[in-house]
């Protein structure tokens, strides 16, 4: 292992890496299963289906991915041995505050241990289980199978062993989530994105509409956080990005206020994608064609209060806001 500091590790999750990757999960089974490590305190949830986004280099670069596999290479852990990760979080604190990485895969965690040992990782004592701690950075670790570790700061950590040991404390609790879980269940996205909003965010409407818009903006790409700021307020969102070709479809589900709220927003949106097409027809200038044929290609759902969007966005789009 390489003699890295892990203040790297975990900045990384403070930044772009927590919502960097807006694309899908693996599958329902696997998805459940993480999230069910994800504590309650977290507000912002990114599932990626390592196995699939590593080959693809598009969805890699949409991730952030070279910083993702610099991460696995400073705990030794060899990048191809993970198939599934979650990052959780708030993107908006300080680095010293709750941010996490849960990761399952073919590795041996007990080889892990003793290759962090080895390092200088020490060993401590919590409520009869073990943790691991860097000296380097304060950095936390812990084991939750032979294949399922959680790294991050002591918080997340500790965070995290409470939401696996107690339903009550955990993210998949949150009425946003469960709102907005059942529109990607069963479907195949290589990341899934979900931020459900604390109470304190969603007493103040403004603050809740730029919370999520950087949260957008942090994946990468930058029209869906002109999208979201189109939507305006919602206690949660949640938004898939997958793969074909030259184009990148988009599911983004968002649960407002209220019914009233979610009606006023989806009559928003067919206004925006009528105006789309009047872009289109009138052949704008190249730069400002792609969005206009994203927003053309949007479908807008209205279920009660929540409102589902589907669109596709062009490979301009979409890596307008990544950096090689």
């Known amino acids: ?20 990757c807006l694309a ?22 990114l ?45 908006r604190a300080a680095a010293a505050s709750s941010k996490g990485l849960i990761a399952k895969g ?20 919590l409520e009869e289980r073990r943790v691991y ?31 696996r040991t107690s339903q009550d404390k955990r993210f998949t609790l949150h009425p946003a989530y469960k709102a907005l879980s059942p ?18 965010s969603q007493d103040m409407a403004k603050a809740a509409v730029q919370l999520t818009s950087a ?5 990468g790409v930058g029209p869906l956080g002109d999208l979201l700021d189109k939507i305006g307020y919602a206690q949660g969102l949640a938004c898939a990005i997958s793969h074909e070709d030259e184009y990148f479809p988009v599911a983004l589900s968002a649960v407002m206020r209220d019914e ?28 400002d064609r792609d969005p206009a044929r994203a927003i053309q290609t949007m479908s807008v759902e209205r279920n009660r209060e929540v409102v589902s969007i589907k669109m596709t966005m062009s490979r301009r789009d979409v890596m307008s806001g990544t950096k090689p």
């Open 215 to 219: 949260a957008m903006n942090l994946a």
């Open 106 to 125: 073919s590795f041996d965690t007990s080889e892990l241990v003793k290759q962090l040992l080895k390092t200088g990782w020490a060993e401590q004592e």
């Open 183 to 200: 529109r990607f269940e069963g479907k195949q996205y290589p990341i899934l994105m979900m931020v459900a909003l604390p109470q304190a």
């Open 24 to 45: 899908a999960c693996t599958g329902s089974n696997h998805q459940r299963t993480l999230l069910s490590y994800v504590p309650s305190s977290s507000y912002a949830v």
């Open 260 to 287: 009233e709220s979610a009606k006023f927003v989806s009559g928003a949106l067919n206004l925006l994608r009528g105006l789309g097409v009047m872009v289109s027809k009138n052949q704008a200038p190249q730069p």
């Open 1 to 20: 292992m390489k003699n890295s500091n892990f203040k790297f590790s975990l900045s990384l999750l403070a930044g772009g890496l927590l919502i960097s």
């Open 47 to 91: 599932a990626v289906n390592w196995k699939t986004v590593s080959k693809d280099p598009d969805l890699k670069r949409i991730c952030k991915g070279a910083e993702i596999e610099k991460l696995f290479a400073q705990l030794g852990l060899a990048q191809e041995t993970v198939s599934e990760f979650v990052v959780y979080g708030d993107p």
């Open 133 to 163: 701690v860097n000296p380097k950075d304060a950095s936390w670790l812990t084991t939750f199978d032979k294949n399922v570790f959680v790294l991050g700061t002591e918080s997340a950590v500790k965070d995290a062993i409470g939401a």
